[in-house]
């Protein structure tokens, strides 16, 4: 020790070397940067690529591995999930870490997880899928050493609900989760195989046994749970690992870790960080190197827990899954039954932290530290508050006991302070002198308003209560109360102290209620600039409302009960008043997702029609799928990132990267003045003009690009491009143009080519005149939507010989990229190749937005002469990729008293930003949707405005989501005025035939082809609507706080086939290869055109033709191989595709058709093999290349399908729970009825996205605020319906479609605005209740509900104040 008190860090390391396995490899590492996360080490430095990274927050579960430990102390090996991009390299020292390719894989075999996941359908573009794996199998691999019966021969320990609940962390933007519930679910031992949905495994209607024999065997504890004998006789002993001035510590004594912070690392300016699960490093993506990482979890004072009758003493590093366990530990001595029910409150709260793979590692004291210094919204800071948990520190040779009030009241810990432990206090009811100690009990309740039930999400704001109470004759007397309050806007949570003092002595009465609410509401105030305050504080009132209403003028029986049970047990067997408050009980017991599918499969085209497994469905859930960021770098690979403006318009006058010695290898900063002569500052291209690059002397948007910087990794890049200083100046600029209003007033409108123009309908003016009753300039707005897909925009760029470049893209439209690509290098098209395998998903974003990142790719590597590559980080593709268009529409409507409407005029502004890209075809989609009803006479005025904000590009549905929202908004505001059951409005407007044609002209085909109106009258039926409609107005009579609302709604959706090409060869033995110009992106496009090929090329008539499908393999897109693909989008591409195939497949049958008729004279029969083998020998030609161009009268055709959603809304909250969905969609002849499903399934749940959840933020300059997992919330499991009924309708013969097929991309999703429109049902009752409350006469006036009806917006509607004006008509 040193005499100025620091000391010189402990050299006594034990181990020096980091040593782990990876799927039982031994991987010993020296040398390594300790801020390396295993998810960079398993990609960058291991054949294991399956881990995918995503948002590299925690976020989204995309990197999830299983990691395995040896606990000497139990003698077991614990298994658990972790999310890879958060967990240090340096932290798995000695432990196993399995990856779902380590699980099995195509060459070994597949686990079985992977053969349920293909099989049930449940992995679509597959980026999500080896983590919803690896979830899982971590799930499987717990519960198999849980001391549970043993469960039936090839299943798990799991129930069903923990087999869903195992994945309620992770994201998938593609399948709507049901079938990923599925392939969970068939692992669990109390699981109902008729439960269980459409599978490749078995028929609808086979006997148990014959499922059970089909379903992949899993057998459990099987090889690859082993923990490797090479780490299991290794202990724990200190570590010290040095890299380049950094080191990483692995202190075993509270002694070494004081001595590491006294020591003079602080005095030297290092930047020391103390670690436990770096969990924290998700929120505040901390990007800075430290010098010296201490990890805390050895230390034994750290990550024990100790009970004793005091309370319970929980090390600071103690994971939030151990304190769960701990305080959910049955047979207690040492507790009162009080205490046993608070711990397990505390501990259903802590479940909702984050997800699974976060809170295996993430330490209970990270969280608190984290609230403590930086205000982390944190849930254990408020749960613990209420409770009067204390916390203990040490800084420098001070050791403090503190409550958690006095902590969070102290500046921010220093970088020399530990937090040691944690108590949770042992409690008991004391009374008080207003009552006898032995009657009183405890009351205790937590709360957290977010977005998604189950968690990963955090809350609007979160409560925790906990009252002493007592009965007394006249009611229910409160001894003492603790109130905490947290996560609404102020730094730190807080005892709401003046309702605790008010409350305390007082007998629970409404008016007592009132006046303690009316404190909250004075006291819960957010901080200037909180989102939503109005919100949160009214939320504190419906909470504490919530807590104690139960118990307001409590009869005696009840408060007799008190004495037999803890008092929230009241809640769901006490007297009327209260079940109707049964707000407590939680649905969390119950499954997420079920539902049943209705599909026909048709031998007619065999094997097109059957529901096959996707292409390469177990290659995606093993993690092998070779995505772009999955190539191997090519040696001198550099690493590109982008650096985007945040100003909407101002002169650039300069790009400064900032020197930063942690900031290493940067090679170069790319900008406009890097494109050459011959080249153009081109980043995408339309027919209709282009998109800059990079930004020139000026940016004209936030979230332009201005450069991009290459260094030598991915983290440098990114780190460099983060600080990096762009300098701005607006002098002399006219003001950016940020809003429609603004574009209108400027006229600053792109250009709608008179083609893209839709045609009027009638005469508007006749129409009005007709009309009973008018609505006149009434508005709607709708936001954006940004695309989410689990991979963001990424590309590989390798020069390659005589000036050519070869680009590797995850792209949506590789030829169109190609031209961007010559012309911004100034090269020709022949020196370009783009080559696209798969996507990890679109839906539009990669149509046109891939492009600049491809493009900034290619410029650079061709500058540079080295490969040069990047994958965009969450925050930067959210940020510069644009979204959905916002728009504004002002309409009058005029209907008759039947609610028939007979005129519509609308005018539309559509926010298109900086580029016209594809936005002028907005205004066809839009009014395609919209036209879904007979309005009479149609008029419309629409412009595509332009203004300073990113480029808006289409997503999966552009336009048409809007259009068909827009008309069921009018219908629900005619309904409104009318005071009609909007059903009834909807189906009085719905087409005729005759109508139809008149709206759609020759697109609207054939009669029989309407086949909307029969299945707007089965949906009905199948879906109970009456008999359901009936039993909600039941249940909303009886039930004040929750409202339910049922909703119907169609869609007429308009498509057109594109021109697309295709190739077929046949290779010697009978192997097919197929090439065409439509992608896979996971919509199963691959999967159909195979199919389509075994058909066509069985029409041979050949022996060997029945599997052919298996013969067949579908490659990647290659610009150069096959020219003029297009772009892959519209739902369309996958038919025109199939088609190209089977021209291409009609070729060859023609050109084998002599020789097979030759062989089969001589032979009897032919062999498909042998027709090949004597093709090859007498020289046919065996390739085939074909151009679909459709007809130009079948170019454009109509889908037609109905939702029923009914939901149930929380009207404290605000929160929607989607209690059923029923769908039903015409796919004609579907190819592959699985695949549609799929489609079906997914598209909805992305429009429950958009209707419901996703709110996407921008500031006042246009830049994009909502930049990552923690503020966008695309729908999770526990956000879809829970139970999606689906019924897809062959609706038989479609002359002029492709073996009959009907497209089912994008439709379904325009269907969720049922459950947006349910919502609105519900809030409808919530608002004639209030009212009543306030004694307000006569139908209540229309209301508008925006898009997404978030928490806030639903509460928002239902009467911020619903809880006071109860509270007054009960009072008055
Ligand atoms: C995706 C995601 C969602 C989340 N959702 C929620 C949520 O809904 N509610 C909620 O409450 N929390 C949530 N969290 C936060 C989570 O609980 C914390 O990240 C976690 O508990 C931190 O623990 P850790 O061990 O990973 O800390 P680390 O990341 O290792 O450390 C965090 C900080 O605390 C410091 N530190 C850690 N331990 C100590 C100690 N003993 N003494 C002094 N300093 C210390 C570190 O130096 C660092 O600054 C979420 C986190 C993620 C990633
Ligand atoms: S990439 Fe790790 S959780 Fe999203
Ligand atoms: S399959 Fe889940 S994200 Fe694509």
Known sequence: MEENGTTTPPSKAGNSNLVFAVNGEKFEVANIDPSTTLLQFLRYHTRFKSAKLSCGEGGCGACVVMLSKYNPELGQVEDFSVSSCLTLLCSVDNCSITTSDGLGNSKDGFHPIHQRFAGFHASQCGYCTPGMCMSFFAALAQAEKANRPEPPPGFSKLTVVEAEKAIAGNLCRCTGYRPIADACKSFAADVDLEDLGLNSFWRKGEPKEVKLRRLPLYTPDGKFSRFPEFLRGRSKSAMILHLKGKSWYSPTTIEDVKSLLNSNMIEDNMQIRLVVGNTGMGYYKELDNYDRYIDLRYVPELSTIRKNHRGIEIGAAVTISKVISCLKEEGNVYYSSDSKQVFEKLADHMEKIASGFIRNSASIGGNLVMAQRKSFPSDIATILLAVGSLVSITSGHKHESLTLEEFFSRPPMDSRSVLLSVHIPSLKPKGSGYSNESNSKLIFETYRAAPRPLGNALPYLNAAFLADVSPQVNGLIVNDIQLAFGVYGTKHPTRARKVEEYLSGKILTASILYEAVKLVKAGVIPETGTSHAAYRTSLAVGLLFQFLFPYVNVGSAICDGLSNGFAGNLLKDSSENHKENSLHQSASSKLLSSGKQEVKSSKEHYPVGEPTTKSGAAIQASGEAVFVDDIPSPPNCLYGAFIYSTKPLARIKGVELIPNNRITGVAALISYKDISERGENVGSMTKRGFEPLFAD???????????????????????????????????????????????????????????????????????????????????????????????????????????????????????????????????????????????????????????????????????????????????????????????????????????????????????????????????????????????????????????????????????????????????????????????????????????????????????????????????????????????????????????????????????????????????????????????????????????????????????????????????????????????????????????????????????????????????????????????????????????????????????????????????????????????????????????????????????????????????????????????YKIPAIDNIPMLLNVEVVNSGHQEKRVLSSKASGEPPLVLAASVHCATRAAIKEARKQLNTWSRLDGPDSAFDLDVPAIMPVVKKACGLDNVEKYLESLLH
């Open 697 to 1271: 002397e000026f940016t004209r948007c936030a979230g332009e690009p201005i450069a991009f910087v290459v260094a030598e990794s991915q983290k440098s890049a990114d780190l460099a491009a983060r600080s990096a200083l762009v300098k701005y100046d607006t002098e002399n600029l006219d003001p950016p143009i940020l809003t429609v209003e603004e574009a209108v007033e400027k006229s600053s409108f792109f250009e709608i080519p008179a083609f893209l123009y839709p045609a009027q309908v009638g005469d508007f003016s006749k129409g009005m005149a007709e009309a009973d009753h008018r609505i006149l300039s009434a508005e709607i707005k709708l936001g954006s939507q940004y695309y989410f897909y689990m991979e963001t925009q990424t590309a590989l760029a390798v020069p390659d010989e005589d000036n050519c470049i070869l680009v590797y893209s995850s792209t949506q439209s590789a030829e169109h990229m190609h031209i961007t690509i010559a012309k911004c290098l100034g090269i020709p098209e022949h020196n370009v190749r783009v080559i696209t395998r798969r996507v990890g998903g679109g839906f539009g974003g990669k149509l046109m937005r891939s492009m600049p990142v491809a493009t900034a790719c290619a410029l650079a590597a061709y500058k540079l002469r080295c490969p040069v590559r990047t994958y965009l980080n969450r925050k930067t593709d959210m940020i510069m990729i644009g979204g959905r268009h916002p728009m504004k529409i002002t309409y009058n409507v005029g209907f008759k008293s039947s609610g028939k409407v007979t005129a519509l005029h609308l005018d539309i502004l559509i926010n298109a930003g900086l580029s016209a890209e594809i936005s002028p075809i907005l205004p066809l989609t839009l009014i395609g949707t919209l036209k879904k009803y007979n309005w009479g006479a149609l008029s419309f005025d629409i412009k595509v405005c332009k203004t300073n904000h990113s480029t808006k590009s289409i997503m999966r549905a552009p336009g048409e989501v809007q259009g068909s929202y827009i008309a069921d908004a009018i219908m629900e505001q005619i309904a409104s005025m009318l005071s009609m059951e909007v059903d009834s409005v909807r189906n009085i407007n719905l087409h005729t035939f005759e109508s139809l044609k008149v709206f759609y002209g020759e697109a609207a085909g054939e009669a029989l082809e309407y086949t909307l109106t029969d299945m707007w009258e089965k949906l009905g039926a199948s879906s109970r609507l009456v008999q359901r409609t009936e039993m909600i107005e039941q249940f909303n009579r009886i039930n004040t706080w929750k409202k339910r609302g049922i909703s119907r709604v169609p869609i007429v959706y308009g498509v057109a086939v594109v021109s697309t090409p295709g190739k077929v060869s046949i290779l010697s033995d009978g192997s097919i290869v197929v090439e065409v110009g439509g992608i896979e992106i996971g919509q199963g496009l691959w999967t159909k055109v195979k199919q389509v090929t075994a058909y066509a090329l069985s029409l041979i008539g050949c022996n060997g033709t029945e599997n052919l499908v298996e013969k067949v393999r579908v490659v990647q897109s290659d610009t150069l191989s096959l020219v003029q693909g297009g772009y892959t989008g519209r739902s369309t591409k996958s038919e025109s595709s199939c088609e190209a195939v089977r021209l291409c497949c009609n070729l060859l049958v023609e050109r084998l058709a002599p020789l097979k008729s030759k062989l089969q004279e001589q032979m009897g029969s032919v062999n498909w093999e042998v027709l090949i083998v004597q093709a090859y020998s007498q020289s046919v030609n065996l390739a085939a290349h074909s151009y679909y161009v459709p007809a130009s009268n079948s170019i454009h055709y109509l889908n037609y399908g109905a939702a029923v959603g009914e939901v149930e809304i929380n009207i404290l909250t605000g929160e929607t729970k989607i209690l059923q969905a029923d769908i039903i969609y015409d796919c004609g002849k579907s190819m592959n009825p699985a695949v549609d499903l799929g489609q079906i399934e997914g598209a909805f749940a992305q429009g429950v996205g958009f209707f419901m959840l996703e709110e996407f933020v921008i500031n006042a300059d246009g830049l994009t605020i909502s930049d990552g997992t923690w503020t």
